[in-house]
């Protein structure tokens, strides 16, 4: 796939839950190097929050929920993201975490017309890209396969 | 010390070949490790039009063990002659086509492709479990087997080798329709038909719901099987089902294989099928063995 060019954007949104942040940690840290980053981050309760210092030193603004509400602001994180991205100017959302939240940012950047890459997850066999188990379907039609295409897909490209 | 063996009329430097489906069309693995190591390598299932394969999720992991229900997902047979059989011809090693289709004529035309392609031979897919047409419903019976591999036999001067499935009652009746059909050999086995549940989302791992199992989970069974076959039929047998070393392909050789293959095998360690070659011919000096091929069927019942 064609990577986004880190260098040509301005303002970046990272968005992940659970496991999922610890890739979009590596990302952040270059990314802020040259975009001003915003990083709305769920998880389900106060003991799962994960990263929130190293994710501090890495955003211009960072959001916190949980699902309980044990910590920080309760709900989903991606109805956070969606109240802000209206008065923020978005060039690009990057995404890692659980399905559902894959599919709501992947839904959210075609609404809104935002570059959108999202990592995601699949049972794997060899990870060689021969047991072809990791597929993932495409809009083109037919699969590809999360170990050797992916794991992150442009969201406009895959079918969750 | 002689490990070369002579399998259904393919000459293949040890007895060592890898499983359909579980080693692409070679390349991947060749950055592991010189495929000219190996006996021989079975293909990817090939049809005659692409095929995209079945919706996710495709495989899950069981008990010593995995479910997969790719679908056959391939590139077609004349993409396959045109891209990577040239680099495959280039390995030093037998190339086997595994041949599959929906209908009999559909494996009758890639099989009539295949004759005039520069390969050592053909395994006729009549096995998988995943595909609702055709495969195992002509692979469950006596004329089922028969009828396929007599067509196909008509088309084909090769060297032709027919897998056999393991869901049937009893696994001596598909292998004697292809000998009595005209087949110079049959692998066995292709997968167990298996089912796992996620009991949280209630709903099994698999999109597919069923998958073929493989891995060590299966391999007696498939010992079993292949001692059975052995006593039925006078051609020769491609051991497979669970193998991950030396000492199991051994173990097949004894129960009436003259030749194996590793499949799940490859998921668990790229370096599996060669460790096997490696495996076999200490066990070949240790118990002082000069031929590999004198230990075919030499188990000794109880």
């Known amino acids: 796939m064609a990577h986004l060019n880190l260098q040509d954007i301005k303002i970046l949104q990272f968005f992940g839950g659970g496991i999922g942040v610890f890739p979009l940690y590596e990302l952040a840290k270059n990314a802020i190097k040259s975009a001003k980053v915003n990083t709305y981050l769920g998880f389900r309760n106060k003991e799962a929050v994960l990263l929130e210092k190293e994710f501090e030193s890495v955003s211009n603004k960072l959001v916190i929920t949980t699902d309980d509400g044990s910590y920080k602001i309760h709900g989903f994180a991606i109805n956070e993201l969606k109240n802000d991205i209206e008065s923020d100017k978005i060039d690009a959302i990057f995404?890692?975490?659980?399905?559902?939240?894959?599919?709501?940012?992947?839904?959210?950047?075609?609404?809104?017309?935002?570059?959108?890459?999202?990592?995601?997850?699949?049972r794997m066999g060899c990870g060689l890209g021969v047991c072809l188990g990791c597929a993932v379907e495409v809009?083109?039609?037919?699969?590809?396969?999360?170990?050797?295409?992916?794991?992150?897909?442009?969201?406009?490209?895959?079918?969750? | 010390m002689n490990t070369e063996v002579n399998f259904a009329g393919i000459k293949m430097k040890n007895p060592v070949t890898v499983a359909s489906g579980t080693f692409g069309y070679g390349r991947e693995y060749s950055q592991f490790f010189d495929l000219s190591r190996l006996g021989g390598i079975i293909t990817k299932g090939t049809s005659i039009k692409p095929r995209d394969g079945n919706k996710p999720s495709r495989i899950c992991e069981t008990p010593s063990g995995m479910l997969n229900s790719i679908g056959l997902q391939n590139p077609g047979v004349e993409y396959f002659l045109q891209y990577d059989l040239p680099w495959l011809k280039?390995?030093?090693?037998?190339?086997?086509?595994?041949?599959?289709?929906?209908?009999?004529?559909?494996?009758?035309?890639?099989?009539?492709?295949?004759?005039?392609?520069?390969?050592?031979?053909?395994?006729?897919?009549?096995?998988?479990?995943?595909?609702?047409a055709g495969c195992l419903a002509f692979g469950t019976t006596y004329e089922g087997v028969k009828e396929v591999t007599s067509r196909v036999r008509k088309v084909l001067d090769k060297p032709l080798i027919v897998?056999?499935?393991?869901?049937?009652?009893?696994?001596?009746?598909?292998?004697?329709?292809?000998?009595?059909?005209?087949?110079?050999?049959?692998?066995?086995?292709?997968?167990?038909?298996?089912?796992?549940?996620?009991?949280?989302?209630?709903?099994?791992?698999?999109?597919?719901?069923?998958?073929?199992?493989?891995?060590?989970?299966?391999?007696?069974?498939?010992?079993?099987?292949?001692?059975?076959?052995?006593?039925?039929?006078?051609?020769?047998?491609?051991?497979?089902?669970?193998?991950?070393?030396?000492?199991?392909?051994?173990?097949?050789?004894?129960?009436?294989?003259?030749?194996v293959s590793i499949g799940a095998g490859n998921f668990i360690d790229p370096y599996t099928s060669v460790n096997t070659v490696k495996g076999i011919e200490e066990y070949m000096i240790k118990n002082k063995i000069e031929d590999i091929n004198e230990i075919v069927g030499k188990v000794e019942m109880n």
């Open chain 1, 95 to 122: 995404a890692c975490g659980p399905l559902p939240l894959l599919k709501a940012v992947q839904a959210l950047a075609k609404e809104k017309n935002i570059p959108c890459q999202i990592s995601l997850e699949e």
């Open chain 1, 139 to 160: 809009v083109t039609g037919g699969y590809e396969h999360v170990c050797k295409q992916g794991p992150v897909f442009d969201s406009n490209k895959v079918i969750i």
């Open chain 2, 90 to 132: 280039q390995q030093d090693t037998a190339v086997i086509v595994n041949a599959c289709g929906s209908t009999i004529e559909d494996y009758v035309e890639v099989c009539k492709i295949l004759n005039n392609a520069d390969i050592d031979g053909v395994e006729l897919n009549l096995s998988c479990p995943n595909v609702k």
């Open chain 2, 163 to 259: 897998k056999l499935t393991p869901n049937v009652t009893d696994i001596t009746l598909p292998a004697k329709a292809a000998e009595d059909a005209g087949a110079d050999g049959v692998s066995l086995i292709n997968t167990l038909l298996g089912m796992s549940i996620n009991i949280n989302t209630r709903k099994p791992y698999l999109a597919n719901n069923t998958g073929g199992l493989s891995g060590p989970a299966v391999r007696p069974v498939a010992v079993r099987m292949v001692y059975q076959v052995s006593q039925a039929i006078n051609i020769p047998i491609l051991g497979m089902g669970g193998i991950v070393n030396g000492n199991d392909a051994i173990e097949f050789m004894l129960a009436g294989a003259s030749a």
